[in-house]
């Protein structure tokens, strides 16, 4: 009887110059190459009398750059980080659509193991590429990115040790307590912002697979598209959440009670 086979971590194709390759890295590489091609197609596309489907696109660019322009009060600072959170949607929301893609997770090969389910040998199917955000490695390393821009933003534009003075206030014990309790939120983003966007994708992931296990026609589409609209969410929710840290970084609260 056939079984499902669900792992967490990525799976090791080999290694190239002792850098392991895994199939989500090769699945990365598919979506920064996506990506790079319809940025290529669309710049060449562009024209100085816009189309329908340019304008809306400027129009829509308008709105984004606008609604951050508000929220961190600089429209300077706006066309700053415009690139950096918009990178980070359009490349999560390729990854997770990319995810129902044929072939995705289907195309691979089969390898024995030396203990199966009930401890003999087993065969184990290795799929060849793999949702990008079903690695923690991927989710880790775009929060590692967004951390590093909203400390780096608040040391830049308040000032080093007015930046650091919230999380080390030695001015009252509340004051020393509260700074520390500061910190240790400053610090729990990594985990938050890595394991949200893991964990949504992940599930749901694991949710089409079963459900394509017993009932492998009709019924996962419904589900498929519900998750195209889960990874529109979690895109955005990456984005936004960057956006807003980054805004409570930059606000120097120096001044108030």
Avoid: C
């Amino acid at each position: 009887m056939d079984e499902i086979h669900i792992a967490i971590a990525a799976e090791r194709l080999g290694e190239f110059f002792g850098i392991p390759i895994t199939n989500t890295l090769i699945t990365t590489w598919i979506v920064m190459a996506l990506l790079v091609m319809i940025a290529f197609f669309v710049r060449n596309r562009m024209s100085l009398a816009p189309g329908k489907t340019q304008a809306f696109f400027e129009a829509l660019i308008e709105i984004i750059l606008d609604y951050i322009a508000e929220t961190l009060e600089s429209r300077k600072r706006a066309l700053l980080y415009f690139p950096l959170l918009a990178t980070i949607f359009v490349f999560v929301f390729t990854a997770n659509v990319l995810e129902f893609t044929p072939g995705i997770g289907s195309i691979g090969f089969f390898h024995y193991t030396d203990s199966g389910a009930h401890g003999e040998g087993g065969e184990v199917f290795t799929p060849l590429l793999r949702s990008v955000n079903t690695d923690l490695n991927v989710t880790l390393a775009l929060t590692l990115i967004a951390f590093l821009v909203i400390e780096v933003s608040g040391i830049l534009i308040i000032g080093f040790f007015k930046y650091f003075r919230r999380f080390f206030n030695f001015s009252s014990v509340m004051g020393f307590f509260v700074g520390i309790i500061e910190f240790i939120s400053e610090l729990a983003r990594l985990v938050s912002f890595s394991f949200r966007l893991f964990g949504n994708i992940f599930a749901g992931e694991v949710m089409i697979v079963v459900i394509t296990f017993f009932v492998p026609f009709i019924l996962p589409v419904p589900f498929m598209a519900f998750e195209i609209f889960v990874g529109f969410i979690q895109a955005a929710i990456f984005s936004l959440l960057t956006l807003f840290f980054i805004k409570l970084a930059i606000t120097d609260t120096g001044g108030e009670h």
